[in-house]
């Protein structure tokens, strides 16, 4: 299947600092991706719909200026955590689609101490 | 009300034996039914996809749907113990690919 790479897929940072999280299709050209969140023991939520040339856009109480999401080429996306916090640490995930499916990447274990 | 719902588990079940899991969904006019699997502190996998009501089978797995009752289901046959996993039924949101998940069913099959 079609392959969707994350990077890192593990990261801890102090609270206060902001942390970016890269996706990318390897071998097809995505013109959205998706953000989810998935906190222990939970399911994924879907966080935001990232774009390629134009503005994400945002689930229900996810903030926008507080989870950065930049689309610049069709084949990556960025989700920045800004001035992150202990409340913060989850594990994020992104997918890109094919065809009729949805592909995901590796995800990312984000703490935030 | 959640747009996805799964029976809850934990299901355990014995080497062999055939796992059942249950998923409704909310919004009718969903096409796309897809079934997940997630082991601990990985990303989801897709393992099966149905779009038409009924069976679609794929070796051991065995995906059925039912749009009048909006119901979607996942058969695991002669179970084994790396099927141990948390199952997790997603349903299209929308035209995209998009997704609505529902909870997971934590699956032990035992030894």
């Known amino acids: 299947g079609a392959v969707v790479s994350q990077h890192p897929s593990r990261v801890i940072c102090k609270s206060g600092t902001s942390v970016k999280i890269e996706c990318r299709s390897l071998?097809?050209?995505?013109?959205?991706m998706f953000w989810y969140r998935q906190f222990p023991k939970q399911s994924l939520m879907l966080m935001a719909t990232?774009?390629?040339?134009?503005?994400?856009?945002?689930e229900q109480g996810v903030e926008k200026d507080k989870f950065l999401i930049n689309h610049a080429s069709l084949t990556l996306s960025t989700l920045t955590v800004t001035s992150a916090h202990p409340e913060d640490s989850s594990f994020y995930i992104c997918?890109?689609?094919?065809?009729?499916?949805?592909?995901f990447g590796q995800g990312t274990r984000l703490t935030v101490v | 009300q959640k747009e996805v719902e799964q029976n809850s588990g934990p299901l355990s079940v014995p080497e062999g034996a055939i796992a059942s899991l249950n998923c409704t969904y909310s919004?009718?006019?969903?096409?796309?039914f897809f079934w997940y699997r997630q082991y601990s502190g990985k990303s989801p996998e897709l393992i099966m996809f149905?779009?038409?009501?009924g069976d679609k089978e794929d070796g051991r797995f065995t995906a059925q749907l039912n749009k009048a009752s909006q119901y979607v289901s996942l058969l695991i046959r002669d179970s084994q113990p790396s099927d141990s996993a948390t199952y997790l039924c997603?349903?299209?949101?929308?035209?995209?690919?998009?997704?609505?998940f529902g909870a997971g069913t934590t699956v032990t099959v035992r030894a």
């Open positions: 990232s774009n390629e040339g134009s503005k994400a856009t945002y």
């Open positions: 919004d009718r006019g969903s096409q796309s």
């Open positions: 997918s890109a689609g094919l065809g009729r499916h949805a592909f």
């Open positions: 149905i779009y038409s009501n």
């Open positions: 997603a349903v299209n949101i929308g035209r995209d690919y998009k997704l609505s």
């Open positions: 071998d097809f050209q995505a013109t959205t």
